[in-house]
């Protein structure tokens, strides 16, 4: 598909190389000072070194971007292996961290539902290849550049249209 057929809403060229961008500042905040103590399953103590990783980006701080992109009129959206690997090279670009991939490949018309878990949160697919359709979400906290699927993803399943909406999550509670 030629870039000229593609149209990205709002203004996020996923033609623009987005690797050397600066996409906020990370800030690290201690989960729990050094005299906390681990009473209950789920408390940390010092020694567990949790973090939470915050961002700040144009005088804001929040938990994570969260990208949700439309595929429309988009192929290979039946092809769970394809699906997959596309989805780990959405990981390997955005900079995350891969903990597990699952897919589910729906029957008789061949939709695939599935989510990568993510250190840094995660990315959802949901396909319609009947309609053409897909749904991700793409979120992220830390350092990670969600940013960077995009191009992985048009090139993946060569959309007619891609639509991307951001939201800060967390924003002004964090």
């Given at each position: 598909m030629s870039e000229s057929n593609a149209r990205l809403q709002p203004a996020i060229d996923p033609n623009r190389d987005q690797r050397h961008e600066k996409h906020g500042e990370v800030v690290e905040f201690p989960h729990h000072g050094p005299d906390a103590k681990a009473s209950a399953p789920g408390h940390f103590t010092s020694t567990d070194e949790r973090t939470d990783f915050f961002i700040e980006r144009d005088g804001e701080r929040f938990a994570g971007t969260h990208?949700?992109?439309?595929?429309?009129?988009?192929?290979?959206l039946d092809d769970l292996e394809h699906i997959e690997e596309a989805l780990r090279r959405c990981v390997e670009v955005s900079k995350a961290t891969l903990l597990h991939i699952h897919?589910?490949?729906?029957?008789p018309n061949g939709g695939v539902s599935g989510v990568a878990v993510l250190s840094e949160s995660h990315i959802s697919i949901h396909t319609w290849p009947e309609a053409h359709y897909a749904a991700l979400d793409v979120f992220m906290c830390g350092v990670a550049e969600p940013h960077n699927s995009i191009a992985v993803l048009q090139e993946a399943f060569a959309p007619e249209t891609i639509r991307v909406d951001e939201h800060r999550r967390g924003r002004g509670m964090v």
């Open positions: 990208l949700i992109i439309d595929l429309v009129g988009a192929s290979r897919l589910h490949h729906f029957t």
